[in-house]
């Protein structure tokens, strides 16, 4: 047995070259196959954190658009069907439009969402995992009150918006009361406001 070492150990030293590309394939071959595993583990866990911020138990549902044709839009009575049905925990109807909103005099187009200020917290923090950075959500009884974007309070109009300000939503003075944390969409932080 020892012999057959000896003549192994003999041979690969007689043919080095031969031996190294060998031990750099095999070298090669594993990092490879470290190198595959650990990233569709970073990418199994990366999916994971987003659907856990988005929440895999949330469902949204929005009337279809189609080209050239008019669409038939959610009522109240499609809300409490969808309320209705067994295991759904909340329902939120949202409402979406672009308006002008002045600050200080300078006027621009944003996207305004209208909801129950009850639900607000629930929907965006359950739903998307968005967090304040100031003020709070707008809550029950609130009249008139707005949380903003990111991008609304940073650089949206030429001064920063801070909590306490007000935006004019059609001519409407609205406070703001909350302002939520930058996050990785900038579209989604740029122009919205939730009223």
């Known amino acids: 047995m020892i012999d057959y070492a000896l003549l192994s150990f003999k041979n690969l030293s007689h043919r080095k070259f031969r031996t190294f ?4 394939g095999v070298i090669i071959g594993i990092a490879a196959v470290v190198s595959m595993i650990s990233i569709g583990t970073g990418m199994k866990v990366a999916l994971e954190e987003q659907l856990k911020v988005l929440g895999t138990d949330k469902l949204i549902i929005s009337t279809l658009q189609v080209l ?3 669409t038939k839009e959610l009522t109240d009575a499609d809300a409490e069907a969808v309320e209705g ?3 759904v925990y909340l329902v939120s109807p949202l409402y979406s439009v672009s308006a002008n909103v002045k600050f200080r005099g300078e006027e621009k187009t944003g996207t305004v969402w209208g909801l129950n200020p009850e639900k607000a917290e629930k929907t ?3 739903a998307s995992g968005y967090t304040l950075l100031e003020g ?3 809550g029950k009884g609130d009249k008139n009150k707005i949380t903003v974007g990111y991008g609304i309070h940073d650089d949206f109009f030429e ?3 801070h909590v306490g300000n007000a935006l004019h939503i059609k001519e409407r003075p609205f406070q703001v009361v909350g ?4 996050t990785g969409d ?3 932080t740029i122009q919205y406001m939730l009223i």
């Open 159 to 161: 001064r920063e918006v």
């Open 124 to 126: 965006f923090a359950g």
């Open 186 to 188: 900038r579209t989604a």
């Open 136 to 138: 709070r959500w707008i």
């Open 21 to 24: 590309l060998t031990l750099l």
């Open 179 to 182: 302002i939520f944390r930058q």
């Open 85 to 87: 049905v067994m295991g």
């Open 68 to 70: 050239g044709g008019r």
